[in-house]
């Protein structure tokens, strides 16, 4: 006899299973229940539709009942919502939203994959207005962008700095909107580090998107929003992108098993505790195979494989569950940003001892069209080198290289195997010892106690303690821009200047990117030198790092001129 699976859920993760467990079963009878009006829709790409990118909104729909019926024999119904789970007598309950019309379809397998909610607080006065929007699927977006070219709206406010506000707020700018985006933290983009991020603002800032952070919503005017500080913005529109919350309602009322996170527990099989139920997706509750703890991840990828690895458990056919590392990336107007694993923030968390390297190498031979630097942290265990994550920033391919740390990670790989990995070379590509090369050579020097350095995040507090700082760049680099305290003594000329170089104090040495001034500390040490000190991420990434917080509070340069090539 077939089996009857019935799957709450038609995007990602719901649509995966049903296609997966139709290559497995071709007399299954598989139906899809969707509460909105389409299914197989292009979540990620939803933001790209305000700024003309995806100039039709339909194309977002990726496939219609029709075809899922023509080509797959598998019944997706939308406008169909689930409103209860009878687990004693494996039915559902479906109402039907145009109509109200109520009715019951009996299972014999059920997949739960009904996403997250974005989460809307209400403590903040006008939350409910009608200029007020979420992005959560086609209508949604379609609903937005109806909204603001119908009343001419020019004045947006995005609430929010992650994946989907960083994304809907760059689309509108790129629509010649005049764009606020306001984050409660102290920075946009979570899975990036503080210092790292501050690439991300100065580019927001670049590209003339009116940054906010530290400060949150109060209330939403029809032509503005009042934040915590007192401060007001124009907005006639405002996108609220804070957050996502599990959809665990059907869940919680038949009686599934809730994790600590608050989203639905399942095991290795994306199993609930029902055995004839199943979760994947935003959903769920997943393990995170470096913090060795539960957490949530709303990225489709993992939810592409939780759906394949739910249908085949359905018949029986084993899966090794890995867990999750969390990888993403994302286009911010000229720059690409990766990562992978975790960051400083997420090792500290997990209570896990780590170091890290910062390094700015070229993405491809400096002499090749359209070479940039790209600025690669890695984070190591630490006193194991074993690799625990990865942030890359540049207008280069930082996805190839996240991609490369993410492997290892998954192969649970340390310095030495990245250090020793082969990769593909040629002068348009990158560069002969890659990026990821680069910086596990650095990260073992670090790590065997060949050099010692100091992060960007503490060059300000060396300069207003007027620390000895030696700018190993050449004399016309230095007059371009300098440290206000440094002492220019290039990498060309310090052999016959040891005498200005002090012994009884800390020496630390910069320059543009870190490698001349590596190599300068590495001649000292060996005629002597014990207290001299590399500068990671040098002129370069001081300041990328100083820059934004310089532009909003007004505070005194420790820079003469910013470099930023």
Known sequence: MSKRILIIGGVAGGASVAARARRIDEDAEIIMFEKGPHVSFSNCALPFHLSGMVENGDDLVLMCPEQFKKQYKIEARVNSEVVKIKREEKKIVVKNVLTGEESEESYDKLVLSPGANPILPRSI???TGSNVFTVRNVVDIKKLKSYIDENKIEDIAVVGGGFIGVEVAENLRLAGKNVSLVEALDQIMNPFDYDMAQILHKEMMDQGVNLILSDGVKKINEDSIELQSGKKVAAKAVVMAIGVSPETGLAKDCGL???????????HNYLTNDKDIYAV????EVYNRLT???SRLALAGPAQ????????NMYGIH???????GSSVVQIFDLNAASTGLNEKTAKAAGISYDFVYIIPGDKVGLMPESNPMHFKLIYEYPTGRILGAQAIGKGNVDKRIDVIATMITMGGTLEDLKELELCYAPLFGTAKDIVNHAALVALNLLYGKFKQVPVTKVRELVESDAFIIDVREEHEFAAGHLKNAVNIPLSQFRGRLDEIPKDRPVYLHCRSSQRSYNAVMALQNMGYDNVINISGSYLGISCYEYYQDQVTGREKIVTEYNFK
Do not use: F, L
């Open 125 to 127: 006065e006008g939350i």
């Open 257 to 267: 098993e809730i994790g600590v996170t608050g989203a639905i527990k399942v095991d």
């Open 281 to 284: 997706g935003d959903a769920i």
């Open 292 to 294: 060795q703890k539960p």
């Open 305 to 312: 494989r939780q759906a394949r690895a739910a249908a085949d």
């Open 319 to 325: 899966h090794n569950n890995n867990g999750v590392i």
